[in-house]
């Protein structure tokens, strides 16, 4: 009798990019095909992935790496299981931080009483946050943060369905 494979084959692409916004609508473009074509996440997810993404990459571009520098992003998926994204920055811009910091940061703007008082500062909370099942800060050597997100399909297909799916078998209620 054959041994079964367990473990679940992995698809891992990596993408370096230069520090400028320019390279954003690619990322953007190919984010949102890459995750409705490959994985089974419904089509609403892949969308809020895509907006992770570029909240993820424009704050390692604005922030985390210097002009003329560069921006890794990862993207690993597991078909029916999970999507594991990291964007890497070199820690050359402008507000650079540890991986400590910028935790703490993220732990502050997500508690409930938190007020933010800008236009600006919402978005690793607000949609990064708020769309995945992980998000981890790591310092990478010789400098600049990681930040890995993952989100599992099972999680997804549960709050799509009990956000308002209607079922064809039976009528909506008005």
């Known amino acids: ?74 993207y690993i998926h597991v078909k029916d299981s999970y999507i594991e994204i990291s964007v890497e920055d070199t820690g050359t811009g402008k507000n650079t931080m540890n991986a400590a910091g910028l935790e703490k940061v993220f732990q502050e703007r997500k508690e409930p009483g938190y007020v933010f008082t800008g236009i600006r500062g919402r978005g690793l909370v607000k949609i990064v946050g708020e769309w995945t099942d992980e ?25 799509t369905k009990s956000q308002g799916a209607v079922s064809l078998n039976q009528p909506a209620q008005i």
């Open 1 to 74: 009798m054959e041994q079964e494979k367990t473990q679940q084959e992995k698809t891992k692409i990596t993408i370096t990019l230069p520090t400028n916004a320019y390279f954003m609508s690619g990322i953007r473009d190919f984010t949102l095909t890459m995750i409705k074509n490959t994985t089974a996440f419904p089509e609403k997810w892949a969308f809020r992935f895509q907006s992770v993404v570029d909240e993820l990459c424009n704050n390692a571009i604005e922030y985390g790496s210097a002009p003329g520098s560069e921006i890794r992003i990862t």
């Open 135 to 159: 998000i981890h800060f790591t310092d990478r050597e010789g400098g600049g943060i990681k930040v890995t997100v993952k989100k599992n399909l099972e999680d997804s297909r549960r709050a």
